[in-house]
C-alpha cells in the first residue's frame, strides 16, 4: 500500500511544487506608518486543517484502493501488506510467491491503477 500511495502522493507533490513559489507576506501594520518595510516569510508548516484534509485524502485512496481491487485475492493481500510496512520479502513469504508471481501482481496491480487514475490522484 505504500509503494501505492507513495507513488500518487509523489505525482501530486510534483505537481504542487512545480507551482510552488516563496511567498512573501508584507505586514499590514509596518506599512501604515513611514517605518521599514517588514517582510515575513510565509510558514511552510501544517495547519490542523491541512492535517485533516491530509487524513480525508488518505482515508479515501484507501477506499478507492481497495474498491479496485475487491475482485483480487492476491491484490489485496499485497495492499495489506503495504498497509502493515511489510518488505517484499515478507509479503511474498505470506503470499507463498515466488519473485516472479509476486512481479506479475504488482504489474496487474499498477496496470488496473493506471487505467482508474489515468491523470493520477485527483479528488
Not at 501604515?32 to 518595510?37: E, T
Not at 510558514?43 to 477506499?63: I, P, V
Not at 483480487?72 to 495489506?80: G, I, K, N, S, W
Not at 510467491?97 to 489515468?118: G, Q, S
Request: aromatic share 6%; charged share 35%; glycine share 6%.
Amino acid at each position: 500500500m505504500n509503494f501505492l500511495i507513495g507513488a500518487m502522493r509523489s505525482m501530486a507533490w510534483a505537481a504542487r511544487e512545480s507551482e510552488k513559489e516563496e511567498p512573501m507576506i508584507e505586514s499590514m501594520s509596518s506599512t501604515l506608518d513611514d517605518g521599514q518595510v517588514v517582510i515575513e516569510p510565509r510558514a511552510t508548516d501544517r495547519n490542523a486543517e491541512e492535517t485533516l484534509l491530509e487524513r480525508e485524502d488518505s482515508q479515501a485512496r484507501l477506499k478507492a484502493l481497495e474498491g479496485l481491487f475487491h475482485d483480487d485475492e492476491d491484490a489485496q493481500l499485497v495492499l495489506m501488506g503495504d498497509l502493515e510496512d511489510m518488505n517484499a520479502g515478507e509479503i511474498r513469504a505470506l503470499g507463498d510467491w515466488d519473485e516472479a508471481t509476486f512481479a506479475t501482481i504488482r504489474r496487474r496491480m499498477r496496470r488496473r491503477i493506471n487505467v482508474a487514475f489515468p491523470k493520477g490522484w485527483v479528488q
